[in-house]
């Protein structure tokens, strides 16, 4: 009876999804649990990652309402859209949006109703996803192409990613498209590609920094940029 209760408990225990140590299927499978997959994993980590703001109280004074101040310590502008969240030392905590770019040093501030007798705050705030810049592209010699992507979020690294290098004709036909990985990028750091590409038979490169949009980013209108050959060609200026 002992050991029929035993498998009885195993089987509730896997079905559930529960990992149960040394247990194994009919056909002697090990039995795991199941994993977030590492698209879940990154909007996990994503949401936990919190930035500290300056909070200030308006003192003993403050007995008819409570006030206090959020203020962008960070040396780096808050864009517009962001939520910052605030706790008080009396209980009270809330979260206020931004209604346009907050500068370094500058402060929103939040109102309550309702008798508060003095306390102090403290603010967070989770910063937004990355964003790539695609910085230059150009021919470093007839053969070879070299691309300059950044990341510009003074809070985030972004992993891998996808760049896309074309090979043009005046004024948009495309001669020839590849894909490149791009490593991961620290906050605001930027790296440098040198990709194979023959200036015979065409007339500008174009590059696409995270052209396949994963991770998605807060701004994709500066992931495109084109070599100066568009500009220096007379065949390559829009019409």
């Known amino acids: 009876m002992k050991n029929v209760s035993s498998a009885l408990a195993i089987a509730l225990l896997a079905g559930a999804g529960f990992l149960v140590p040394g247990a194994a299927s009919a056909d002697n499978t090990p039995i795991l649990s199941p994993t977030p997959t590492p698209t879940v994993q990154s909007q996990y980590r994503i949401a936990l990652l919190t930035v500290p703001l300056a909070c ?17 310590n960070t040396g780096h502008t808050i864009p517009k859209g962001v939520v910052a969240h605030w706790v008080a030392s009396n209980s009270g ?29 403290t603010a967070t705030f989770v910063p937004p996803s990355a964003d790539l810049v695609l910085k230059s592209v150009a021919w470093s010699n007839d053969t070879t192409a070299t691309v300059v992507v950044q990341n510009t979020s003074p809070w985030r690294d972004v992993g891998a990613t996808t760049l896309r290098l074309q090979r043009m004709k005046c004024f948009s036909t495309q001669v020839s498209t590849q894909d490149a990985p791009t490593a ?10 040198t990709i194979p590409a023959a200036r015979a038979g065409a007339d500008y490169l174009q590059a696409t920094a995270n052209a396949t949009n994963s991770p998605s980013e807060p701004n994709t209108a500066n992931n495109v940029n084109k070599s100066v050959d568009f500009a220096q060609n007379k065949s390559c200026t829009p019409q």
Request: glycine share 12%.
């Open 184 to 193: 991961a990028i620290a906050k605001g750091q930027s790296i440098t590609l």
């Open 56 to 72: 200030s109280g308006s003192g003993a004074s403050d007995v008819a309402s409570r006030k206090h101040s959020i203020t962008n």
């Open 93 to 121: 905590s809330g979260n206020v949006t931004l209604t346009s770019d907050l500068a370094p040093n500058a402060s929103v501030d939040v109102y309550e109703g309702g008798q508060t007798n003095g306390y102090t705050c």
